[in-house]
């Protein structure tokens, strides 16, 4: 199997099904977990030289971060419905959540700067929500947390893609520190499928194809970007979802299509 393509595990005493470091990565800043909670369940940690940002992926937590009370968030049924909520958590703080109901719960992190800022909600109204591409190409994006909103590292979004499109399409990458023109980032994609049975595909591959892998993910997949142009397929009869934690040396967003397939952007 592709040391790109990261299988769940069985939950963990923490509930925990994902857990990808910048060392079990080979790289140098994104970190993504999932942990599955039980009504009651409890989860902590200290953020330490990261910052987190705490995607409520389904259910409902009872939310603290820094000493600050920040209530009941969440809410939705499944990541497949609107209105996400998310929690930001600075580095030298701490956090943690206590479960109502059954949740899934994601954390993204990225290298911080402790001191420079406080933790803070990021509810449904704080989220732009965009549509882009034309055709089998439509995907529907909500910016969690984009390069217009304060962080130190992270960036976090949220994609749908319909049944039958495609996405991250045409092809383009962000792995060269080449300013104003594209930025280095590495990425996870937590794919999720409706109904779960089904299954989606993606290529991760270089101009010199030194890196050219192509997968075939199942629900509650994570695919790993450390470079190179990365589409994705969702085959016909099941919509896919996924949450793309993207962070590099500077935050920000600036890709490169490749040049055999930008003929298809709008002109």
Known sequence: ???????PQAPDADGCIHEITPESAGW?????AVHRLADGQTLSRETGDREHCLVLLSGKVAARADGQDFGVIGGRASP????????YVPAGSAWSVAARGPCELAICSAPGIVGQR????????DVGCLTRGQGSNVR???NILPETEAADGLLVVEVITPAGNWSSYPPH?????RLPDESQLEETYYHRLNPPQGFGFQRVYTDDRS???????????VVLVPKGYHPVGAPHG????YLNVMAGPKRIWKFANDPAHDWLMPR
Do not use: C, Q
Not at 212 to 218: H, L, N, V
């Open 238 to 241: 099941y919509d896919l979802y």
């Open 28 to 32: 140098g800043h994104v970190g993504f």
């Open 118 to 125: 406080p933790p803070r909600l990021i509810a449904p109204a």
């Open 1 to 7: 199997m592709s040391k790109l393509l990261v299988k």
């Open 80 to 87: 497949f419905e609107a209105d996400p909520w998310s929690l």
């Open 211 to 221: 890196l050219d892998e192509t997968m075939s993910f199942e629900n509650g997949d």
């Open 140 to 142: 529907h994006v909500r």
């Open 173 to 177: 990458k962000h792995d060269e520190d």
